[in-house]
């Protein structure tokens, strides 16, 4: 018999009807902090679809602390998507050549120094490349960051052969020594088939050792749409995600690798070359969803449900349909506020009046057991349970025939209660009662 009632209990704890709706609110929750950081709706709905039933195959609602367990697995989800382990960049061989792609203005040159010193910090002997041939400046900026960091600048600004530039750098590499080879490219506005076909070339050319495609985390959507674009044409190696020092929430970062498929390597958090940094997946789980504010997403997707549920049962006391499911609802609400005798004792004068009785949330367990062991009719329909449905939902629940019979006496007199108050309700008594 405890058996059963351990069973019971254990039934309404964890995976009754009302824990299914807590676990789709919240879940509902997540997708929404995922779309306002910028996942793609259709990367966010697989996602949430996969923590979903992770949540419920880990049980998350009868866990001690099904919050914490939730959002470990929300964490969990989002680091492994993300590819796990931080990845760095090949820079093997003699020399070994960085492709740096990507739209205009997305952070390519400014990458490129920040890539440079980086591996000059390393001992690397690096040189860069201004193959950008379609705009002077681009190569002045590229020398003033070369400077700046103390790597040398390849260029050769008469000529307008990208191709040929980066195939020239890399002979010179040879020659002087350099091991790695950072070709920074020009990029467009907007993707074009002249600029891919330049790219294209200048890959097949080069066969660099890393082709890294750089992207903007502020343009949001359209990155995932460039990203594919250019993986389609170049097949890269590796994502650079930039200006993650300004609002953008990461999720870029997601849908990225998740359509893609190919791991984000770096991140770039400013102008100054030393804002560069390895991608950490766990850190940019965090960034996506709030910066580990998820606590805060469960607990609000949980106070939604609650007040919903409120509402619900308001309506059906209100139309005299209150019945055991109601109750038992109720009874879990109450529960979930904390201690029952704590909370009674924050009455004045009744901490005292209290202190010897024997209340705790223990108490509820016989009551909830004895409506577990009714049927869902009996539970609509109280009035249906006759001599042996009684014996059947004692013995079921580990109670006794008078434990039932008294539980059906208060909740007949509750009803008959709502019953009444309904009815002065509706001729306005109550009104004038309270006024
Ligand atoms: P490119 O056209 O792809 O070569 O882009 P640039 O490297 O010239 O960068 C375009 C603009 O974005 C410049 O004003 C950079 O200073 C700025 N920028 C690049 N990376 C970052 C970053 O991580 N954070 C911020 N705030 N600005 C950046
Ligand atoms: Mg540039």
């Keep these: 018999l405890q058996d059963k009632l351990n069973k019971a209990i254990k039934t309404l704890k964890g995976q009754g009807r009302i824990t299914e709706i807590n676990v789709a609110a919240t879940i509902k929750e997540v997708r929404r902090a995922l779309t306002d950081a910028d996942v793609n709706y259709k990367v966010a709905k697989d996602i949430t679809d996969r923590i979903r039933d992770k949540a419920l195959d880990r049980k998350v609602l ?7 367990l ?28 960085v492709l740096i792609a990507g739209l205009q203005g997305s952070g390519k040159t400014t990458f490129s120094g920040k890539l440079a010193s980086h591996l000059k910090r390393q001992g690397r002997n690096v040189l860069l490349v201004a ?11 590229l020398k003033v960051l070369g400077e700046q960091v103390g790597v040398e600048v390849y260029s050769e600004p008469e000529n307008k052969n990208a191709v040929q530039i980066a195939q020239n750098a890399i002979s010179q590499a040879r020659k002087t020594g350099k091991k790695i080879v950072i070709v920074d490219t020009a990029g467009r506005l907007a993707v074009d088939e002249a600029m891919m076909q330049e790219i294209e070339a200048v890959k097949r050319a080069i066969s660099p050792t890393e082709t890294l495609f750089v992207v903007d985390s502020m343009t949001g959507q359209d990155a995932v749409n460039t990203a594919k674009t250019f993986n389609e044409r170049l097949d890269f190696d590796g994502v650079v995600l930039t200006k993650l020092d300004g609002d953008a929430r ?9 359509v893609v498929n190919k791991p984000i390597k770096f991140i770039s958090t400013g102008e100054k070359m030393e804002a560069l940094d390895v991608f950490y997946p766990d ?10 504010d998820v606590i805060s997403l469960v607990e609000r997707a949980q106070q939604a449900f609650d007040e919903e549920e409120a509402k619900r049962i308001n309506a059906k006391m209100r139309k005299n349909q209150f019945d055991f499911d109601d109750f038992l609802s109720q009874l879990q609400q109450i529960k979930k506020m904390g201690n029952v005798k704590d909370l009674l004792g924050m009455i ?5 009046m209290i202190k010897d009785l024997d209340i705790d949330n223990d108490s509820f367990k016989p009551i909830e057991a004895i409506i577990s062991s009714m049927t869902p009719k009996e539970r ?8 042996s449905r009684k014996k059947r939902i004692a013995a079921g629940s580990g109670t006794n025939i008078t434990q039932v019979n008294n539980l059906l006496k208060q909740f007949d007199e509750m009803r008959k209660m709502m019953k009444k108050m309904n009815t002065m309700q509706a001729s306005g008594k109550l009104n004038k009662m309270m006024k």
């Design 62 to 68: 009868i866990s001690v602390e099904p919050g914490q």
């Design 70 to 97: 939730f959002v470990k697995i929300v964490q969990e989800e989002l680091t492994e998507l993300m590819g796990g382990e931080a990845q760095g960049i090949n820079v093997k061989g003699d020399p070994a050549v």
């Design 131 to 141: 193959a950008d041939i379609y705009r002077p400046a681009a190569i002045d900026q």
């Design 250 to 258: 990461g999720g870029a970062a997601l849908s990225i690798k998740t």
């Design 283 to 292: 850190r940019m789980a965090s960034r996506i969803l709030g910066m580990g």
């Design 348 to 352: 004045p004068g009744m901490g005292k």
């Design 380 to 387: 609509q329909r109280p009035d249906i349970i006759d001599g």
